[in-house]
């Protein structure tokens, strides 16, 4: 068989991978072969995603340092200070994760991503925020969550609710008015963390935060942005 060349009227040279195949081996409105076309376009879809979802979490960030702002809870986003892996820090040392959705038809549902899924919520307190005038906020502890399974990972794709429904998803209506806007838990760590901190600097800060964690195993240095904000400062 003679070799195809791109002098050939049936042939086509693909840009992509080079290669020169038959006019069949392209579709009739692209000038790459079938196998890159596909590929380029499995790379643009995955690139439209990962747009997208950074979008979403800006405004999941936005909403959550509004709803923090308005309860006069001082904080910044986490990727400011070098703590990209958590959406928000308050009071400098309180990490806190930030989910965000808007009422659909009354109803509200807060989705997980497949990332905390796997590995659950690296925060200490998760806010389910609603966005919009007059919205309602919700402040769940990470390590107390009731759709959390015993190593903290999420065990439901996302929390639903109708608030006032006695029926579907009655039981997270329940747990919800039990954290809707209990922001002194915030607080109550604020002080906790404030306390151990006073009269001290520098390195003397950089050990109390060393005590805090070894008093208390469920936490790591990773979920407090300000030693590492200290640590780095030298």
């Known amino acids: 068989m003679s070799n195809i060349t791109t002098r050939s009227r049936h042939a086509k040279k693909c840009p992509d991978c ?33 747009k997208s979802a950074d979008r979403r979490e800006e405004t999941s960030t936005n ?26 820090v308050a009071w400098a040392c309180v990490p806190i994760e930030v989910k965000m959705c808007h009422v659909n038809e009354g109803k509200l549902r807060w989705t997980f991503t497949p990332e905390q899924q ?68 915030i607080d109550r760590y604020r002080r906790r963390y404030s306390s151990k901190l006073s009269g001290t600097s520098g390195g003397a800060v950089i050990e109390a935060l060393r005590g805090i964690v070894t008093a208390e195993p469920d936490l790591s240095l990773d979920k407090l942005p300000l030693f590492a904000l200290l640590e780095k400062a030298g």
């Open 18 to 50: 080079g290669a020169t195949s038959l006019t069949a081996e392209f579709y009739k409105t692209s000038c790459y072969c079938k196998p890159c076309h596909l590929l380029r376009g499995r790379k643009n879809q995955a690139i439209r995603q990962a």
């Open 63 to 88: 909403v959550g340092r509004a709803v923090l702002s308005q309860r006069g809870i001082p904080c910044v986003a986490g990727s400011s200070i070098g703590a990209a892996w958590v959406d928000l």
């Open 118 to 185: 796997k590995r659950g919520f690296r925060g200490l307190f998760l806010l389910l925020a609603v966005d919009g005038e007059d919205a309602q906020s919700w402040v769940v502890p990470c390590d107390g969550a009731w759709f959390l399974d015993d190593s903290g990972k999420p065990n439901v794709t996302a929390v639903t609710a109708t608030i006032g429904s006695t029926h579907t998803n009655a039981k997270n209506e329940d747990y919800l008015k039990q954290y809707r806007d209990r922001f002194d838990h």
